[in-house]
């Protein structure tokens, strides 16, 4: 019935099957196409990534340069400068936006003392005194703005979790060396 005894007959199939190099490159390409597909998606999640910061930065100058356009502020004047740094996010989702505004003035030996501050959205910075020894004049004085910023990678989430992006902009009064809030 057959040409071959059974146990031969296995033996060439097996031979002509491992000696195959039909569909090689399918097996090579599904191997490798899902490493590839991880690092398109994560190149597309860092370049969103990217972007954030750079708004993070934008948003902090807005609201800075919003600030010391008067000699004093009042909450109205804060909160229109608060969304204006809001809205630098668009079309980011800015739900973990935060924001924390302190303005200083440095006394006759240069020391930074807060003479107001306003918060929304964030934890304080810490020791805010200390990023602005370098900026110390004598009866001058400086607004400081943080914006935090919670990125959350879209495709990659499974890899890497929220990005915590900080970004703090320092700006002078323009009409008077100390912006006041009324």
Not at 73 to 91: C, H, K, Q, Y
Request: contains cysteine.
């Amino acid at each position: 019935m057959f040409k071959y005894p059974l146990h031969t007959a296995c033996r060439k199939l097996l031979r002509r099957w491992a000696g195959s190099e039909d569909g090689v490159a399918a097996v090579e390409a599904a191997m490798i196409f899902p490493i590839l597909l991880m690092m398109l998606l994560g190149v597309f999640d860092m370049g969103n990534a990217i972007l954030a910061n750079q708004k993070a930065i934008r948003s902090s100058q807005v609201v800075a340069d919003l600030i010391t356009r008067a000699r004093a502020v009042d909450s109205t004047d804060i909160n229109e400068a608060v969304e204006a740094g809001r809205l630098a996010f668009e079309p980011l989702n800015s739900s973990t936006y935060g924001v924390d505004i302190i303005s200083m003035r440095f006394d006759a030996s240069a020391t930074p003392q807060i003479v107001w501050r306003e918060t929304q959205g964030m934890i304080p910075v810490a020791n805010p005194q200390a990023h602005v020894d370098s900026l110390a004049e004598p009866g001058g004085g400086v607004v400081m703005v943080a914006v935090e910023y919670q990125f959350t990678p879209v495709f990659v989430s499974v890899l890497s979790d929220r990005m915590h992006m900080q970004e703090i902009a320092f700006a002078r009064g323009r009409k008077s060396a100390v912006v006041n809030r009324n």
